[in-house]
């Protein structure tokens, strides 16, 4: 059974770092564009980051642009967003997914990706 497992969360200070990792089993990942969303306690699901099977298109939301670095290990199976300076918003379960639809839109939205992680969660303290 395909699933994905992620892994890394936990305290970080705003102003800190984290790497987050989205590791596979039962899957390679190589051609598929894999995507991070967060969700806030009280809010809807938020995309982050994705990334193409070969690591050459990458895509951000605006609000983490020049601090996350999304990035991936297709040897490993694994996917990785780097955190650097999460602000205290940015506490939030942290999923990661595969793109399941080939809509083409300009955000990261839940409904184009499927088979979810279980998430990890991370706390940005202040």
């Known amino acids: 059974q395909s699933q994905l497992v992620e892994s890394g969360g936990g305290l970080v200070q705003s102003g800190g770092s984290l790497r987050l990792s989205c590791a596979a089993t039962?899957?390679?990942?190589?051609?598929?564009?894999i995507g991070w969303f967060r969700q806030a306690p009280g809010k809807e699901r938020e995309g982050v980051a994705d990334?193409?099977?070969?690591?050459?298109?990458?895509k951000y939301v605006d609000s983490v642009k020049g601090r996350f670095t999304i990035s991936r290990d297709n040897a490993k199976r694994t996917v990785y967003l780097k955190m650097n300076d999460p602000k205290f918003g940015n506490t939030a379960v942290y999923y990661c997914?595969?793109?399941?639809?080939?809509?083409?839109?300009?955000?990261?939205?839940?409904?184009?990706?499927?088979?979810w992680g279980q998430g990890t969660l991370i706390t940005v303290s202040s």
């Open positions: 990334i193409t099977g070969s690591g050459a298109d990458i």
């Open positions: 997914a595969i793109r399941s639809s080939s809509r083409d839109r300009p955000d990261l939205r839940s409904d184009d990706f499927a088979s």
């Open positions: 039962g899957i390679s990942i190589n051609h598929y564009t």
